[in-house]
T-cell receptor
Framework: EAGVAQSPRYKIIEKRQSVAFWCNPISGHATLYWYQQILGQGPKLLIQFQNNGVVDDSQLPKDRFSAERLKGVDSTLKIQPAKLEDSAVYLC??????????????FGPGTRLTVL | GENVEQHPSTLSVQEGDSAVIKCTYSDSASNYFPWYKQELGKGPQLIIDIRSNVGEKKDQRIAVTLNKTAKHFSLHITETQPEDSAVYFCAAGSGGQGNLIFGKGTKLSVKP
């Protein structure tokens, strides 16, 4: 079974530029998560999708971050414009997600973003 | 909101020794507690989890204990091996929504 795919693996940009990250979850997984992991810290949830609907985006800085999962499969996370404090690893995860139950979250390898 | 504290931040043990990592949580509604292992350059991988209706769970050399009254849970690794060296994260979740709050991580080093 293929795992969660993310691209690119690394990205370096100047502050105020824009950047986009792509995630392809495990086939059949209804729930998709985007996390931000700052160096030396645990992952912090940015947004959670159930199929193509948003379940939780309370921690997403909506003035600069946006995410979509239009067809309920792949997802894109965008930052525009980027700030220095956005330097982090952006992790995508997916889970099968039976309603009302906890399912294992499978993480991708992440995209390491450096903002100069 | 939920807050998860994790200790220690670094842990160094000799091969064959045991390692213990402890976490506390603040939200009494939390009912799911997974532990993840993250190796350099990789995403976190689930190694064991426990639900609030269980006090202890074991899987070979790994065990997790939960004390709901004190709101803390611990990861125990016995007979440590060099390949156990990684960063370990605890997390807490509630409400069946799937979103998790992670601790800051423990870097475990197992010296041969």
């Amino acid at each position: 079974e293929a795992g969660v795919a993310q691209s690119p693996r690394y990205k370096i940009i100047e502050k105020r530029q824009s950047v986009a990250f792509w995630c392809n979850p495990i086939s059949g997984h209804a729930t998709l998560y985007w996390y931000q992991q700052i160096l030396g810290q645990g992952p912090k949830l940015l947004i959670q999708f159930q199929n193509n609907g948003v379940v939780d985006d309370s921690q997403l800085p909506k003035d600069r971050f946006s995410a979509e999962r239009l067809k309920g499969v792949d997802s894109t996370l965008k930052i525009q414009p980027a700030k220095l404090e956005d330097s982090a690893v952006y992790l995508c995860a997916s889970s099968f997600r039976l309603a009302g139950a906890y399912n294992e979250q499978f993480f991708g390898p992440g995209t390491r973003l450096t903002v100069l | 909101g939920e807050n998860v504290e994790q200790h220690p931040s670094t842990l160094s043990v000799q091969e064959g020794d045991s390692a213990v990592i402890k976490c506390t949580y603040s939200d009494s509604a939390s009912n799911y507690f997974p532990w993840y292992k993250q190796e350099l350059g990789k995403g976190p991988q689930l190694i064991i989890d426990i639900r609030s209706n269980v006090g202890e769970k074991k899987d070979q050399r790994i065990a997790v204990t939960l004390n709901k009254t004190a709101k803390h849970f611990s990861l125990h690794i016995t007979e440590t091996q060099p390949e156990d060296s990684a960063v370990y994260f605890c997390a807490a979740g509630s409400g069946g929504q799937g979103n998790l709050i992670f601790g800051k991580g423990t870097k475990l080093s197992v010296k041969p």
